[in-house]
């Protein structure tokens, strides 16, 4: 059984950076997928970023492209979020999650496994 433990997050200025991170435990996910989502409030959750098994592959939404970076280190069976230039509407809840199938998965059915979410506030 795969567990997804993230850390990270909290009070983050507009224009500031901020890294989460996703640890499994339980099991490997060198031959997972990983993504990240987030649910504002009020919104559905949506997706933000993923990157394949390998990490040769990522997969952004638009929403974010050239301010947050998707990285892994298998070794670690951690997955990274870098997000930087950040704005008020970038404040959510987020979501680490593993698809079994290895792939950069950008739809939530794809992944069978999800974290316990972060929350993450940007301020103005």
């Known amino acids: 059984q795969v567990q997804l433990i993230q850390s990270g997050g909290g009070l983050v200025q507009a224009g500031g950076s901020v890294r989460l991170s996703c640890a499994a435990s339980?099991?490997?996910?060198?031959?997972?997928?990983m993504g990240w989502f987030r649910e504002a409030p009020g919104k559905e959750r949506e997706f933000v970023a993923a990157?394949?098994?390998?990490?040769?592959?990522?997969n952004y939404a638009d929403s974010v492209k050239g301010r947050f970076t998707i990285s892994r280190d298998n070794a670690k069976n951690t997955v990274y979020l870098q997000m930087n230039s950040l704005n008020p509407a970038d404040t959510a809840v987020y979501y680490c999650?593993?698809?079994?199938?290895?792939?950069?998965?950008?739809?939530?059915?794809?992944?069978?496994?999800w974290g316990q979410g972060t929350q993450v506030t940007v301020s103005s």
């Open positions: 990157i394949n098994w390998s990490g040769g592959n990522t």
């Open positions: 339980g099991r490997t996910v060198r031959g997972y997928g």
């Open positions: 999650a593993a698809s079994a199938t290895g792939q950069a998965m950008g739809v939530m059915t794809g992944y069978g496994h």
